[in-house]
């Protein structure tokens, strides 16, 4: 069985059946022990067969499903022994030792994070109920569970933020352990509560956590096959707890979005691609003047939308700034949630402008409050601040709109409906440069009427629209559908040829442009995922960088700063990617 490249999390179907019952008698360690040894040296030698496997690793819970259930489990198990999974006990890392388990033993592989097999006795003799990757070695299992809950809350993952491994029991009504998960999953206080939380230590009684706030005992226990913190042994004073007066209040939305807001913090996890400064974020910027790095959330469920401002070497936040969501009667693909937005944020960092299906948002920064709102937007494609930031051009499906005065009202407007979808607007002093989604140039007058000057320069989708700061040189990234390639300049003279950049070698269906504002680097898409920097003065690549395509790019004097489609905002230094 072949395997494919190593993925961030490698086989989370594994980690899912974690919570279900075992057998009453564990195996002999040394028995479990060498049942992954022979994992491993199957793996590293390709054995992995579908045969051996299903002998080999067989999860309690499977005996109470349905066949068609139990197929799809081994074939995702398949997927991630020929890839993730696979590769990490190929590796063939030691045992490092042995973690007794009330009716399980858990062989702990080196490395770190350390990969674990989870080893129950089925009929006399050992099969793996799962493998984990995990954050403590050989801690005692309460400990585990604990460490590793903090770990995943404090990263963003959610896997413990719906009371399924935090069990409660509430002998009231169901709306209290409704108000409890709303608490907890939509407004963020689990991880504001946990953030920088550790274990200092465990005994019988449970788990010592020190908190920010104060040192708490949890309570830990094994049952139903699984480890729990028991929410209704908590202290009283315990910062988990949720007190029955907040019960009407947590269940409403717009307390709910207001703590949301209170309590958000960034990330600001170091991981093999980059530094990941926050997820669910849909624009991301430095203001030099100021010094911080601007960040605007919006999730999926619109439980919260805001504006954070955030120091980008410490993660400190210095100011939160809550904003409207979409309507949450209105249906939107997850896979394609992240293309919904679009944002421009002035040169002096005061006036941000967020585009969201048929919303735009004017943003007084400085103020903390949305001063203009427009409805009848045709879904916003592109934005372009005048340097003075006193006009904002707006690009959508029709066509292109100006906005100007104190409170940007609509005063210029060309809407064209042979035109395709505008996905690039140039604002300048006395002309305006639209670019269409097929490739097509247009220079608009003042009042936004076409002039006559265009260029056809690409037949595929535009993936960006950028000017060269040193000369105002138009760059233009397409899909790389046709010639010539994906990446071209043009000077804005009628009779000037627009030349190509960069070959085919570097198109991309996905991903946009960006020149630095001292017009020396470009990023731009990579044919086979991630990110390129080049020099824009001699057009040299300089290295490759990031893990997917970025649908948005910002710049400071010391860092790029991207945005992938999954919503997570990204940070690397420019003098380490010019080292590579």
């Given at each position: 069985m072949?395997?494919?490249?190593t993925?961030?999390?490698p086989?989370?179907?594994?980690?899912?059946l974690?919570?279900?019952?075992?057998?009453?008698r564990?195996?002999?360690?040394?028995?479990?022990?060498?049942l992954?040894?022979e994992v491993?040296?199957?793996?590293?030698?390709?054995?992995?067969?579908?045969?051996?496997?299903?002998?080999a690793?067989?999860p309690?819970?499977?005996?109470?499903?349905?066949?068609?259930?139990?197929?799809?489990?081994?074939h995702?198990?398949?997927?991630?022994l020929?890839?993730?999974?696979?590769?990490?006990?190929a590796?063939?890392?030691a045992?490092?030792?042995?973690?007794?388990g009330?009716?399980?033993?858990?062989?702990?592989?080196?490395?770190?994070?350390?990969v674990?097999?989870v080893?129950?006795?089925?009929s006399?003799?050992?099969?793996?109920?799962?493998?984990?990757p995990?954050?403590?070695?050989?801690c005692?299992?309460p400990?585990?569970?604990?460490?590793?809950?903090?770990?995943?809350?404090?990263?963003?993952?959610?896997?413990?933020l719906?009371g399924?491994d935090?069990?409660?029991?509430?002998d009231?009504?169901?709306?209290?352990?409704?108000?409890?998960?709303?608490?907890?999953?939509?407004?963020?206080?689990?991880?504001?509560?946990?953030?920088?939380?550790?274990?200092v230590?465990?005994?019988?009684r449970?788990?010592?956590v020190?908190?920010?706030?104060?040192t708490?005992?949890?309570?830990?226990?094994?049952?139903?096959?699984?480890w729990?913190?028991?929410?209704?042994?908590?202290?009283?004073?315990?910062?988990?707890?949720?007190?029955e007066?907040?019960?009407?209040?947590?269940?409403?939305?717009?307390?709910?979005?207001r703590?949301?807001v209170?309590?958000?913090?960034?990330?600001?996890?170091?991981?093999?691609?980059?530094l990941l400064?926050?997820?669910?974020?849909?624009?991301?910027?430095?203001?030099?003047?100021q010094?911080?790095?601007?960040?605007?959330?919006q999730?999926l469920?619109r439980?919260v939308?805001?504006?954070?401002?955030?120091?980008?070497?410490t993660?400190?936040?210095?100011?939160?700034?809550?904003?409207?969501?979409l309507?949450?009667?209105?249906?939107h693909?997850?896979?394609?949630w992240?293309?919904?937005?679009?944002?421009?944020?002035?040169?002096?960092?005061?006036?941000?402008?967020?585009?969201?299906h048929?919303?735009?948002?004017?943003v007084?920064?400085?103020?903390?409050?949305v001063v203009?709102t427009?409805?009848?937007?045709?879904?916003?494609?592109?934005?372009?601040?005048?340097?003075?930031?006193?006009?904002l051009?707006?690009?959508?499906q029709?066509?292109?709109?100006?906005?100007?005065?104190?409170?940007?009202?609509?005063?210029?407007?060309?809407?064209?409906?042979?035109?395709?979808?505008?996905?690039?607007?140039v604002l300048?002093?006395?002309?305006?440069?639209?670019?269409?989604?097929?490739?097509l140039?247009v220079?608009?007058?003042?009042?936004l009427?076409?002039?006559?000057?265009t260029?056809?320069?690409c037949?595929g989708g535009?993936?960006?629209?950028?000017t060269?700061?040193?000369?105002?040189?138009?760059?233009?990234?397409?899909?790389?559908?046709c010639?010539p390639?994906?990446l071209?300049?043009w000077?804005?003279?009628?009779?000037?040829a627009?030349?190509?950049?960069?070959?085919?070698?570097?198109?991309a269906?996905?991903?946009t442009?960006?020149?630095?504002?001292?017009?020396?680097?470009l990023?731009?898409?990579?044919?086979?995922?991630?990110?390129?920097?080049?020099t824009?003065?001699?057009?040299?690549?300089?290295t490759?960088?990031g893990?997917?395509?970025?649908?948005?790019?910002?710049?400071?004097?010391e860092?790029?700063?991207?945005?992938?489609a999954r919503?997570?905002a990204?940070?690397w230094?420019?003098?380490?990617l010019?080292?590579?």
């Amino acid at each position: 069985m072949p395997r494919a490249t190593t993925r961030a999390q490698p086989w989370p179907i594994l980690v899912l059946l974690g919570g279900l019952a075992l057998a009453a008698r564990p195996p002999e360690p040394d028995r479990a022990t060498e049942l992954v040894r022979e994992v491993q040296s199957r793996a590293a030698a390709d054995q992995l067969d579908a045969a051996w496997v299903r002998q080999a690793m067989q999860p309690s819970a499977l005996d109470d499903l349905p066949p068609a259930a139990r197929r799809s489990y081994y074939h995702e198990l398949e997927v991630s022994l020929a890839g993730g999974l696979g590769d990490a006990l190929a590796a063939g890392s030691a045992v490092a030792g042995v973690v007794h388990g009330p009716d399980y033993v858990r062989v702990v592989l080196e490395g770190e994070p350390a990969v674990t097999a989870v080893v129950r006795q089925e009929s006399g003799r050992p099969v793996i109920e799962r493998f984990e990757p995990s954050v403590c070695s050989l801690c005692p299992e309460p400990e585990r569970f604990v460490r590793e809950l903090l770990a995943d809350v404090q990263s963003g993952r959610p896997r413990l933020l719906v009371g399924v491994d935090m069990k409660y029991e509430p002998d009231t009504t169901r709306s209290w352990g409704f108000a409890w998960n709303t608490r907890n999953t939509d407004a963020g206080y689990l991880r504001w509560v946990l953030d920088g939380a550790e274990v200092v230590g465990s005994d019988v009684r449970g788990v010592d956590v020190a908190l920010a706030q104060q040192t708490e005992t949890w309570p830990v226990v094994y049952r139903d096959g699984r480890w729990q913190l028991v929410y209704e042994d908590l202290p009283e004073d315990s910062l988990l707890r949720l007190g029955e007066d907040g019960l009407k209040v947590w269940n409403s939305d717009r307390h709910v979005a207001r703590q949301a807001v209170a309590w958000w913090v960034p990330v600001m996890e170091q991981r093999a691609q980059g530094l990941l400064l926050a997820d669910e974020v849909r624009f991301v910027a430095p203001r030099p003047f100021q010094g911080d790095l601007l960040v605007y959330v919006q999730d999926l469920e619109r439980s919260v939308a805001l504006v954070a401002l955030v120091d980008p070497e410490t993660g400190d936040v210095a100011r939160r700034i809550g904003l409207p969501t979409l309507s949450k009667r209105e249906n939107h693909d997850p896979e394609t949630w992240n293309d919904l937005f679009v944002g421009a944020l002035s040169d002096d960092g005061k006036r941000l402008a967020i585009g969201a299906h048929r919303r735009l948002w004017i943003v007084d920064v400085g103020r903390g409050e949305v001063v203009r709102t427009l409805y009848d937007v045709g879904g916003v494609t592109a934005l372009d601040w005048s340097d003075d930031g006193e006009r904002l051009a707006v690009g959508d499906q029709r066509g292109v709109m100006v906005l100007s005065g104190t409170t940007l009202d609509k005063s210029r407007r060309h809407w064209a409906e042979t035109l395709s979808p505008v996905e690039g607007v140039v604002l300048a002093s006395d002309t305006t440069w639209m670019v269409q989604e097929d490739g097509l140039v247009v220079e608009l007058d003042a009042e936004l009427r076409p002039t006559g000057r265009t260029r056809e320069a690409c037949c595929g989708g535009v993936r960006g629209v950028e000017t060269d700061p040193r000369n105002g040189d138009l760059l233009v990234g397409c899909d790389g559908s046709c010639d010539p390639a994906w990446l071209w300049r043009w000077d804005g003279q009628d009779e000037s040829a627009a030349r190509m950049i960069a070959d085919e070698g570097f198109c991309a269906t996905a991903g946009t442009i960006s020149v630095a504002p001292s017009g020396d680097l470009l990023v731009g898409p990579v044919a086979d995922g991630g990110a390129a920097l080049w020099t824009v003065r001699d057009e040299q690549l300089v290295t490759r960088f990031g893990a997917g395509a970025l649908t948005q790019v910002a710049w400071d004097d010391e860092r790029v700063y991207g945005l992938d489609a999954r919503g997570r905002a990204w940070s690397w230094e420019l003098r380490e990617l010019g080292s590579r």
